[in-house]
């Protein structure tokens, strides 16, 4: 009931288009929903993250779709660039984010010219 | 770049070892958690620490321990290493409950031979 299940495992997309990964998830006490990128030899950094009582947030180009009923959220990258390549994550927690984050299993993503 | 400083960056140790990871939190931070992760695998809560007590543990033997000290850094301990702990070894502090992001550092890579 722990797990955060992610997809695809892998997605190249065209530099200028649109990079969607999903993540669904078993835990109806995760309350915070957060997405991280992490590149070669670093740590995950934080991107963008939602609280279910919201069901969209948008940071620049990037958005965080949520489907409460559903147990899904998903991340949309738009006018994807070649810096946008990278691994990214998405965790989920308890207690508005006080509790461990659980991640995704992860999604290498390539930005082609 | 996080506050969050790890060390040492990498690291080989021979199986059956014990291995000493150190990290410093961001400044302000109360909270330091220690995840694991595999080579091309989300990131998976070991413990974490608040205040220098261990508050919530995540399915790691009891080989795996830690310590906060009172500025609120952190140190991970290994004995008995096996092959299977070779890993990217991440901390992670966050002051909850007014700030729950966590701020990641970059890392220790440990490789058990």
Redesign the interface.
């Known amino acids: 009931q722990q797990q955060v299940k ?1 997809s695809p495992q892998s997605l190249i997309v065209q530099k200028g288009g649109i990079s969607i990964i999903n993540c669904a998830y078993e835990n109806t006490a995760f309350d ?1 929903f ?1 997405w ?1 990128q992490q590149f070669p ?6 991107l963008i ?1 939602i609280r279910p009582d919201v069901s969209e947030k948008k940071e620049g180009r990037f958005t965080i779709s949520f489907n409460k009923s559903a147990k899904q959220f998903s991340l949309h990258i738009m006018d994807s660039q070649p810096g946008d390549s990278a691994t990214y ?1 998405c ?1 989920a ?1 308890g207690n ?11 999604t290498r993503l390539t930005i082609i010219p | 770049e ?1 506050g ?1 400083t790890q060390s040492p960056t990498h690291l080989i140790k021979t199986r059956g070892q014990q291995v000493t990871l150190r990290c410093s939190s961001q400044s302000g931070h109360n909270t330091v ?1 220690w ?1 694991q992760q595999a080579l ?6 070991i413990f ?1 620490y608040y205040r220098e007590e261990e508050n ?1 543990r ?1 399915n790691f033997p009891p080989r795996f321990s830690g310590l906060q000290f009172p500025n609120y850094s952190s140190e991970l301990n290994v004995n008995a290493l096996e092959l299977d702990d070779s890993a990217l070894y ?1 901390c ?1 502090s966050s002051s ?2 007014l700030n ?8 220790t890579r440990l490789t058990v031979v």
Do not use: D
């Open positions: 992610q915070y957060p991280y030899g670093k740590g995950p950094a934080l993250a994550f965790a927690s508005f984010g006080n509790e461990k984050l659980t991640f995704g299993t992860g | 996080t969050v958690s995840y091309g695998q989300g990131p998976q809560f974490q919530g995540g991440l992670a909850p409950p729950t992001e966590a701020f990641f550092g970059q890392g």
